[in-house]
């Protein structure tokens, strides 16, 4: 296959396959794929987010090619391939294409975006003088693989790529500004970033102290912020009117911070580190009554939409379900 | 002062003044400057970029005020201020309001931006892992100041915030746009932090070694990409035709590696790094030499322009007075 660089992202087909859905309707989204078939009763939410995860691998090998010079784009590709970010990406691209009909090569172009800069700020976050990961997702971290100077300059080719992929799209030059700013805003002092900062000081708690305030904070700034982010590209490059992107923000935030409680929960279970989590503030029991709280919420900001176009996004909010799949944090 | 964030650029008063320049007639930038006196012999460059550095700093001030979390936007502002990286953004001005009659304030846009990104990408660059530099401009460097994880931070809070700032700007969309693909591709993986990696390299060599293949891309890519991207985007902005933007690319390129060259004859006068310099693969002589030689060839790229425009991009050209200027690389 001949790689070219940042190319048109129509260009890919696209490969999510069809989501086993609750009604009979015909759904709006993948309108290119095969039509669901007539006697669905779940939405499978591993199989939605596997798929999403393949289209992002399939995207990032095309757009990012293994190009001169080797040692900037090796780990650049490192860090973004076989990465288990989806759940932002995932939620923009079920909002675009089944609330608003976006063909998906369309809805791929933000999410392609915020999968990258996620990954990015991943990478950061796993280095030493941060959480001092060594593995994520059973692979050694990009810092361990290459080297901590790598780590901190392959940030630096990611996430100007990332938005000059979106500047370079095929949308409408508004879209992808508003795109821009979108993740923009979303990623830095106001917002991600910030999230970062704040776990990074959650690392001097002694046992047993526990801040609600701060640990609010680290939930809504990070995981919170990344999924409202999300729901609200995906409602961007829809055309979604202002009030129509205000409620997918509430949606997508409640959903973040649900799935944040979820992993964290897991995540103490297999004795890890949840400094700012709920499940180490309150216990397993009381944080999944607030990631039930959050599921709640998250769907009830998708009232007033058209039912047929919410399956998927109440699916992701049904946090029974969603406690038994994993997402990428 | 109240501040509030991402505000319209152009509110803030242009504050650059006047340039003498060495013919009588009226300059077209900065019209809403008084007018040139009638005598002026000479244009002075180190009072111009030490303009343009006030009016970066008032607006990085501005647009990036001391807000919650202070604990993240103090770095930030540490970063961004009284940095002295002011020759990208004074050719960006100089191209967009001198050759093409751009209101500074919206010049000013594109070249805040690029300052930003700029700063960000120096303060990962003096990083332990990098090339470990405890001091910049006689301050001590952002990790030095705060710390290696505030460092690596600051930059993710710096960089999205730039491109939010284009973004959010009220100039026309696809000029926007295309600035922040501009940007993007001058600071990404096929620019900077490409330069920054292979600078990183030559750290690694023994004394007496020199590669003049890996020493020409670290100064191209290095102040070459950026120089050429502030030339680059003051066409942009400008409403440049195509064929004029790479006239201008091929401008900001050789002046980039002029002052590159120059900065480096300094720096091993001071008995300095430059390890992938010319001054330390030819000495001192030979590399004035090469520098007079792409101040030559950025001058050439100018023909064609209106000479009425060019003088101060000429100024910026002449070798002998630039020797003497202090710009921040």
Not at 143 to 161: E, M, R, S
Not at 189 to 202: D, K, L, V
Request: proline content about 7%; aromatic content about 6%.
């Amino acid at each position: 296959m001949a790689f070219i660089s940042l190319p048109n992202c129509t260009n890919l087909a696209p490969k999510i396959p069809q989501v086993h859905r609750r009604s009979q309707s015909k759904p709006r989204a993948f309108a290119s794929l095969p039509p669901t078939t007539n006697t669905p009763t779940t939405i499978d939410l591993p199989a939605y987010l596997t798929a999403v995860s393949s289209n992002l691998d399939a995207q990032v090998s095309h757009t990012l090619p293994l190009q001169p010079p080797h040692i900037v784009h090796a780990p650049m590709r490192y860090c973004a391939l076989s990465n288990p970010t989806p759940l932002a990406p995932a939620v923009c691209i079920a909002v675009a294409s089944d609330l608003f009909g976006v063909p998906h090569p369309t809805a791929l172009i933000p999410a392609h975006a915020l999968h990258l800069v996620h990954a990015a700020a991943l990478m950061h976050e796993d280095m030493p003088a941060l959480l001092d990961r060594t593995t994520r997702a059973n692979r050694p971290t990009t810092h361990i693989k290459f080297a901590q100077n790598v780590a901190i300059l392959t940030y630096d080719g990611l996430v100007p790529f990332a938005f000059a992929h979106i500047a370079e799209s095929n949308l409408p030059a508004d879209i992808s500004l508003r795109l821009v700013a979108e993740i923009s805003k979303a990623m830095g002092s106001q917002g991600f970033a910030s999230g970062q900062y704040m776990e990074a000081q959650t690392l001097s708690w002694a046992d047993g102290f526990f801040d609600k305030d701060c640990a609010d904070q680290v939930h809504s700034m990070k995981m919170g912020v990344l999924v409202e982010c999300g729901a609200a590209c995906g409602g961007i490059v829809g055309g979604a009117k202002d009030e129509e992107i205000e409620r997918l923000r509430k949606y997508g935030r409640a959903l973040g911070i649900m799935y944040q409680i979820l992993w964290d929960i897991k995540e103490k279970e297999r004795g890890g580190f949840g400094k700012a989590s709920y499940a180490r503030g309150y216990g397993a029991e009381r944080a999944m009554e607030v990631a039930e709280e959050m599921g709640r919420e998250a769907r009830k900001a998708l009232e007033g939409f058209d039912p047929q176009g919410t399956q998927l996004l109440e699916g992701f909010a049904d946090c029974g379900a969603a406690a038994h799949v994993g997402v990428g944090l």
